[in-house]
């Protein structure tokens, strides 16, 4: 099946340091979102986005929507140790339909 | 953003025995709800995808007589895990979408940790 390939697997960083993730597709998206979720619980929506070559923010969260609608990235500025936890991106090709995951980006903040 | 509940947080049952969860939307009403495990360490898995008053549409390789999905009401769908077996233990989270008019965006549920033994 489809599948989104989301770099890196893992981030072990210093607090206080800015964070850089994305996700490639071979398949094109008219909808890219990406999700935090902790230990035990659901993901939570962090930033969706629309068009190609958009960008958006939340807070010290930025995402932009590639070009190509093929890709995807996620920034994250000036960590802090509740940033902590998998981050996912995920790819929606029909209005509605269903999400395709990536792997997930597991981000560990050292104090 | 939206917010999903799922009922039970945690069950565990016997090899053999019926699991039901339930998934509602609590502000709004949702003409989608999709159905997902998630293994230890991976990523999250679509099973189905239901819609209000229809079949769902289970995704290749899940038995739809085994994970049996009824979505009666825009704001309830339930899952059922019938003859439950250990191998599926797992995290079942499901989430709500497709708001007509409204935005693309998926809003899951905590989820259900299920423990067959």
């Known amino acids: 099946g489809q599948q989104l390939n989301q770099s890196p697997q893992s981030m072990f960083i210093q607090e206080g340091e800015d964070v850089s993730m994305n996700c490639t597709s071979s398949s094109i998206f008219n909808t890219w979102l990406w999700y935090k979720q902790d230990p035990g619980e659901g993901p939570v929506l962090l930033i969706a986005l629309y068009k190609a070559g958009e960008l958006t923010s939340n807070g010290r969260l930025t995402a932009q929507f590639g070009i190509t609608r093929k890709d995807s990235f996620l920034n994250i500025s000036a960590s802090i140790p509740s940033d902590v936890g998998i981050y996912f991106c995920a790819g929606q090709q029909i209005a509605g339909g269903k999400l395709i995951f990536g792997q997930g980006t597991e981000l560990s903040v050292k104090p | 953003g939206a917010v999903v509940s799922q009922h039970p947080s945690r069950v565990i049952c016997k090899s053999g025995t019926s699991v039901k969860i339930e998934c509602r939307s609590l502000d709004f009403q949702a003409t989608t709800m999709f159905w997902y495990r998630q293994f230890p360490k991976q990523s999250l898995m679509l099973m189905a995808t239901?819609?209000?008053?229809?079949?769902?549409?289970?995704e290749q390789g899940v038995e739809k007589d085994k994970f049996l999905i009824n979505h009666a009401s825009l704001t309830l769908s339930t899952l059922t895990v019938t003859s439950a077996h250990p191998e599926d233990s797992s995290f079942y989270i499901c989430s709500a979408g497709g708001l007509a008019g409204a935005y693309n965006e998926q809003f899951f549920g905590p989820g259900t940790r299920l423990t067959v033994l």
């Open positions: 239901s819609n209000e008053g229809s079949k769902a549409t289970y």
